[in-house]
């Protein structure tokens, strides 16, 4: 089975402070840390957990900075085969669309059987990467996964909807899966893994490597951190009165 | 000069970082309160090849370097110092005596169970007449045959209470003072080998600390380490190399110990406002990263002059260790400044550190010792 992977290195804003830049159109990165895309993990180890399981070779792919490959070196570490980056400074403004055409130009030279993604970017959070590749290469996709099983050439898988509901699917093969955290435990890499990593190659293609235009669809206009309007009001009294007050309130804003 | 860590110390430093937060840090509070020796850890750790960081692959091991060692230990410590030493003195203390001054046979018979986690190492020098002077050791070891027989008592050890393998000193030679003492690998099931009182530690309270008790204990000639007479290089020489995990750990704990002081500066409030905001606390804070980043330094430059072959860096490794614990209690004590009474009550991590961090000064020599060592090698 050929698996590939793509990951993203992003800013891990959980726990800074997030500030818009001078030029409106970015965040002040400096002082935050950066690390694999938290949905792109579980991809990775899943691609790995496949490749152990039915053989073949996992490929990473990382459309990002000269230090994406750090990331990358550790998907080697953890199991990955081949790491391949893609220089994102010679394509920047990117957006969702322009990243997957970027990606799609390069997958579809190489072989693969599944094309896992994580669903989402914790950075710009757009879930589109995966389900446009998919719809580039023409082939199937499900996104949110959280069960992934291969059963003759065909995939098992189980989605998320919305309301807790699951869904089963199944799918043919070439398809991709965008992966929802938690389908796994991605593993650690060991020490051993991590010395012979660490001679391994990354390849790194750039503009040139890409035929035809990519462009993107959308302009980013403006970040902004959205302004604290101060309007909450605390009913209080009974619980009659207060629902009283509350139903009237919403007549009066018309919402009735 | 260089100051980058190489790709895969980085690597390292990724991955011990995100298991030490992932699986130590929960259960460092628990083991601390059990003092309950943490097997699940260690078995963890093996499988990612912690237990044998600086041990050739041909042993089982992992084959990276004391800067390395230094680094995993620094972040397995800042979440849970009880876990940091043990590792430390499984690797340091015990794998890599064994390595450096054993036999083909010993080498292969011993590392790969102490990289596999199948046993724990330990070593025992300290006795309950014993500790700073380690030449006064009363522990004697005479040949009978094929068998040395044992006898002694050594106190203090860390891993004692659980390990399986153990390097001990004892005087094979009375008369010829530090130049009689030698060093033998001991097995957990030699006969005549009884463990004592188990001690009751005020910090680092999950380490097995333990007596071991020699009685007529009979010890396979083959398992003497180097040859005669050469225990006390062997001691001195490990404790050189030991100081850098050593100093490694006391700078996870400061670490550990900043990181609770900068977010709980930043979430109290007094006076209408974060405590962060107040110039006092933000010259603890200032000072505390200062004396944190020094300390690393100094660790990273003792384990620079070992991974360079450096024939004699014993000032360099006692200098790392002394100013690293010397810090990691004044940053502990800071740090808990900073957390108020809050910091007294056992809600908050940072009374762990405190007491965790007091072994540091203490332990692999105390501070005095290391000024001792120091200034003997500035008036050599
Ligand atoms: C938690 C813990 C874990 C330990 N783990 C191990 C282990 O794994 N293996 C092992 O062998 N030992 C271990 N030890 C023992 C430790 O190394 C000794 O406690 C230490 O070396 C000090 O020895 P001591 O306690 O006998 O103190 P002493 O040597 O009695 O010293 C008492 C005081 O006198 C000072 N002093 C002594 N001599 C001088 C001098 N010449 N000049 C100035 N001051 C001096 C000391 O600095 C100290 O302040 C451990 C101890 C503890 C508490």
Redesign the interface.
């Known amino acids: 089975m050929e698996i590939v992977v793509c990951i993203k290195r992003v800013p891990q804003t959980a726990e800074a402070e997030v500030k818009v830049d001078p030029s409106g159109r970015d965040i002040v990165k400096d002082r935050l840390t950066f690390d694999i895309n938290e949905a792109d993990s579980y991809a990775l180890e899943q691609a790995i957990l496949l490749k152990e399981k039915y053989g073949g070779s996992v490929t990473a792919i990382s459309l990002g900075p000269a230090e994406a490959e750090d990331t990358l070196r550790i998907a080697l570490a953890k199991g990955a085969d081949n790491a391949l980056r893609i220089k994102e400074e010679d394509f920047t403004p990117l957006d969702g669309y322009k990243t997957a055409l970027i990606l799609y130009n390069i997958i579809k030279d190489l072989k693969y059987n599944v094309i896992l993604t994580g669903c989402i970017a914790t950075d710009d959070g757009y879930s589109q990467v995966g389900p446009i590749i998919a719809e580039l290469l023409g082939i199937p996709h499900a996104t949110l996964v959280t069960e992934l099983e291969i059963k003759d050439e065909k995939a098992e898988v189980v989605r998320e909807l919305e309301g807790g509901l699951l869904e089963r699917l199944e799918i043919n093969l070439p398809a991709l899966f965008a992966v929802q955290t938690g389908i796994n435990e991605p593993r650690y890499a060991s020490l051993l893994a991590i010395r012979r990593a660490a001679k391994k190659e990354i390849k790194t293609l750039g503009g040139a490597d890409i035929q035809g235009e990519v462009k993107s669809l959308s302009v980013l206009e403006k970040l902004y951190v959205p302004p604290v309007e101060r309007r909450a009001e605390i009913l209080s009294g009974s619980m009659d009165e207060i629902s009283e007050k509350l139903v009237q309130i919403i007549k009066e804003k018309g919402l009735l | 000069m260089n100051f980058d860590l ?3 110390q ?3 430093q ?2 011990v970082r ?2 030490a937060r992932t699986e130590l840090a929960p259960v460092a509070p628990e083991i601390d309160k059990s003092g309950e020796f943490p097997w699940e850890n260690l078995k963890k750790m093996a ?4 237990l044998g ?1 600086i041990i050739p ?1 041909e042993y089982g091991g ?3 370097d004391f800067i390395s060692l230094a680094i995993a230990v620094e972040e397995i410590s800042r979440v849970c110092a009880t876990t940091g030493v043990i590792v430390a003195v499984n690797n340091s203390l015990c794998a890599y005596p064994i390595l450096q001054f054993g036999t083909e046979e010993q080498k292969k018979k011993y590392l790969p169970p102490l990289c596999s986690g199948e046993k724990i190492g330990a070593m025992g020098i300290t006795e309950p007449n014993a500790g700073s002077d380690v030449a006064g050791m009363e522990s004697t070891a005479r040949l009978e045959g094929d068998y040395y027989i044992l006898n002694g008592t050594k106190r203090f050890i860390t891993n004692g209470g659980e390990a399986g393998i153990y390097v001990v000193f004892a005087y094979t030679n009375k008369e010829m003072k530090h130049k009689g003492i030698s060093a033998f690998i001991v097995e957990r099931d030699t006969p005549g080998f009884t463990l004592g009182k188990h001690e009751d530690l005020m910090g680092i309270r999950a380490t097995a600390n333990c007596e071991l008790i020699f009685e007529d204990c009979k010890i396979p000639k083959e398992n003497l380490l180097g040859e005669e007479g050469q225990g006390f290089k062997i001691c001195m020489n490990t404790l050189d190399v030991s100081r850098i995990d050593i100093g490694a750990q006391a700078v996870g704990i400061a670490q550990g110990a900043l990181d609770e002081a900068i977010k709980y500066s930043k979430e109290r409030k007094a006076f209408g406002q974060p405590i962060c905001n107040f110039e006092m606390i933000q010259s603890m804070l200032a000072e505390m990263a200062t004396q944190i980043h020094a300390a690393r330094l100094m660790v990273y430059y003792a384990g620079y002059c070992k991974d360079k072959g450096m024939k004699r860096f014993s000032k360099e490794a006692a200098m790392a260790k002394y100013y690293a614990s010397s810090i990691t209690v004044d940053v502990a004590r800071k740090a808990l400044q900073i957390h108020g009474g809050y910091g007294y009550t056992k809600d908050y991590t940072i009374e762990r550190l405190y007491r965790d961090a007091k072994i540091l000064e203490l332990y692999e020599g105390t501070s005095e010792i290391q000024k001792l060592v120091i200034a003997r090698e500035l008036t050599r």
Not at chain 2, 47 to 50: I, N, S, T
């Open positions: 190489t790709s895969d980085k690597m390292l990724d991955q995100k298991f499988k990612l090849g912690l960081i692959e992992s084959g990276f």
